[in-house]
């Protein structure tokens, strides 16, 4: 099923130099490999945002949260706990 489209000056150029390059055998194969490619970061996209929105219901889910100068001040805390262990030794 043959298609034909429409590039533009840029990607037709584009398209050449890689074919013009040894790299790819044909312009169709390199418009293959670069749909393949979007292909692959639409997936690693889709996958990225499913875990952030896992995390935000987990995060929903753990209950209410905590001003963030309280836990500034705990971190802080934290901190001067493990530093003050440090010198301890």
């Known amino acids: 099923m043959p ?12 398209i050449k130099q890689q074919v013009n390059s040894g790299r790819y055998a044909s312009a169709s194969e390199v418009v293959r490999d670069s749909l393949r490619l979007l292909e692959e970061q639409d997936a690693i996209r ?6 952030l ?21 705990n971190a802080r805390q934290r901190i ?8 301890d030794s």
């Open 3 to 14: 298609s034909s489209f429409t590039l533009g000056p840029h990607f037709e150029g584009f």
């Open 46 to 51: 889709q996958a990225r945002l499913d875990a």
């Open 53 to 73: 929105r896992a995390e935000i219901e987990r995060g929903a889910a753990s209950g209410p949260g905590i001003p963030a100068s309280e836990a500034f001040a």
């Open 80 to 87: 001067a706990n493990m530093a003050a262990g440090a010198t």
